[in-house]
Nanobody, 117 residues
Framework: QLVESGGGLVQAGGSLRLSCAAS????????MGWYRQAPGKQRELVAL?????TYVDSVKGRFTISRDNAKNTVYLQMNTLKPEDTAVYYC???????????????WGEGTQVTVSS
């Protein structure tokens, strides 16, 4: 299970920090990251983190992804937010439940981020 928090309404230029905690039986988490989906658009990758982070070009220099392995938690610090960042943000993780298990992809339920102009 992935549980997100930290969404909300913010003015353009403001900041928000999203959190996503994985729970349940976890042997290892290979990948954690964030996607977003704006109204009428496809879901798109925002940022992923394995050994190093990857960002979509539109958020480079403004967003920072990090993870706390001890807490099985990933964070997305979003600065200098723009109205076009408005979307539902979904947490994603590739989780291995047991030592010899097959890694599986899991999604959170999403958290709304709204940036007003």
């Amino acid at each position: 299970q992935l549980v997100e928090s930290g969404g909300g309404l913010v003015q353009a230029g403001g900041s928000l920090r999203l959190s996503c905690a994985a729970s349940g039986s976890i042997f290892s988490i290979n990948v954690m990251g964030w996607y977003r989906q704006a109204p009428g658009k496809q879901r798109e990758l925002v940022a992923l983190i394995t050994r190093s982070p990857t960002y979509v070009d539109s958020v480079k220099g403004r967003f920072t992804i990090s993870r706390d392995n001890a807490k099985n938690t990933v964070y997305l610090q979003m600065n200098t937010l723009k109205p076009e960042d408005t979307a539902v943000y979904y947490c994603y993780a590739v989780v291995k439940r047991t030592d010899n298990g097959v890694p599986g992809g899991y999604w959170g339920e999403g958290t709304q981020v709204t940036v007003s102009s």
